[in-house]
């Protein structure tokens, strides 16, 4: 009975341990190829996971944000995807180079022409993007991504200070600090290189259950895994012992 109740409890942690770490892979996040410093260039990947066991991923729409307008995005071909770049004109214009920028880009649309992200996969969608806004520390998109059964889940809530993460969270960029020369050197080519061109389906996409979930999400895991194994070595010490005082 006793060992039963310490399996029991175990089994609970473990299932802590699960709900930890699948909404994390879930989300769909952005992340830097390297450094994306205020004021200058990066290339930036959109990391779309397919959380669903019935459907694919056959459509992504990134909204940039408004406040902080971005003049420059190229993004990477992608073989199975169709791109769309929408430019919109700005309320105010910007200063690039010493030359004024009238429009910016407020969206971008990857359409698949084949499968898609297929189930238990995640895709990779890169960006070169430039000059990132130098007054402030982050950038916000919302992210939309539509199913081949016509689902469609909407990554665009905002995170509040001192309140729990959302459950379809935005993706957001997190900007260093402005380089000496206020220029990056990441562009779409950088991307491509780092690329073998295979980047349909299952060939670029990585199995969504892969080491990408983040740091923050393995420390997590690794803390309530310890939680988990200290819990079984108590319940089985103390099981021990009653047994040799029997």
């Known amino acids: 009975m006793r060992a039963s109740r310490i399996a029991a409890a175990t089994a609970v942690a473990g ?69 769309d770049v929408t430019r919109s004109k700005l309320a105010k214009p910007l200063t690039m180079h010493g030359k004024k920028i009238d429009e910016a880009v407020t969206k971008v649309t990857w359409t698949a022409d084949g499968k898609g992200v297929e189930p238990g996969y995640f895709q990779k969608f890169p960006l070169s993007v430039g000059t990132l806004p130098e007054d402030t520390d982050q950038l916000v998109f919302k992210a939309v991504q539509t199913y081949s059964d016509k689902e469609v889940v909407r990554w665009i809530e905002v995170a509040q200070d001192g309140q729990e993460e959302p459950e379809n969270p935005a993706p957001v960029l997190e900007l260093s600090a402005a380089t000496g020369d206020h220029h990056g050197t990441a562009t779409a080519d950088d991307a491509s290189d780092k690329s073998d061109g295979k980047t349909g389906g299952k060939t670029e996409a990585a199995a969504a259950t892969g080491t990408e979930g983040g740091s923050d999400t393995t420390a997590r895991v690794l803390g309530v895994i310890g939680i988990v194994i200290g819990i079984a070595g108590v319940g089985y010490g103390v099981l021990a012992g009653r047994r040799r005082t029997a």
Do not use: C
């Open 15 to 83: 299932t802590a341990v699960l709900a930890l770490s699948g909404p994390a892979f879930a989300h769909v996040t952005v992340q830097p190829e390297g450094t994306a410093a205020k004021g200058g260039y990066a290339v930036v990947d959109f990391k779309v996971p397919n959380e669903r066991d019935d459907a694919s991923t056959t459509k992504v729409e990134v909204s940039f944000p408004a406040d902080h307008p971005i003049a420059s995005v190229m993004p990477q071909p992608l073989p199975g995807w169709k791109i």
